[in-house]
């Protein structure tokens, strides 16, 4: 089912501000850490992100997820991650997208985050595994995926209850509910 804003102007603007937006916060505002097998990387991309799923849809929330944070791997010098990365974190983006469209409550934002921190562990500790061939290895880069998903659960939440009033649903997001 192809989504019905890939054929509207205003919600390609919209995507492409949001890659945009998950590019810059993931490129610079990120802290390395010296920790994990693969150094490993905590950056704020994940705000924009699971702001605009929640607010524009699941659609949206993928491809501003996933093709914002891949590019930050393929310019950032993590290349080989940019498949891995397109995948979990466009499949995060569209969860919590999902979740949203049908749930408006904080609570149902909770959890949805909580959905995406559990697709990032995992869809990461099966990446690192695969890539290098190491399955102990990966559970150094378990709590650098917490906290980002962590810090960005603790910025977004109190500021979704906010955009919420402000900002209204768009008529390309799917209103079934």
Known sequence: MEPRFLSQTKPLVYAALGIALVFSCTAFVNVRLPIAANGGLI????????I???????????????????????????????????????LMGY?????????????AYALALAAACLIKVAGYYGAEGIIYGNWIAPLTSIPGNLVQIGVASAVVLPVLSKLRKHVPTPSWVDSRR
């Open 43 to 50: 950056h704020l991309g994940n705000v924009p992100l699971f």
């Open 52 to 90: 605009i799923a929640i607010l524009y849809g699941r659609w949206l929330g993928a491809l501003a997820g996933g093709l914002g944070m891949a590019l930050f791997d393929v310019v950032g010098g993590w290349l080989l991650w940019a498949p891995f990365t397109l995948v979990i974190v466009g």
């Open 95 to 107: 969860t919590v997208g999902a979740i949203g469209e049908k749930h408006q409550s904080f609570t």
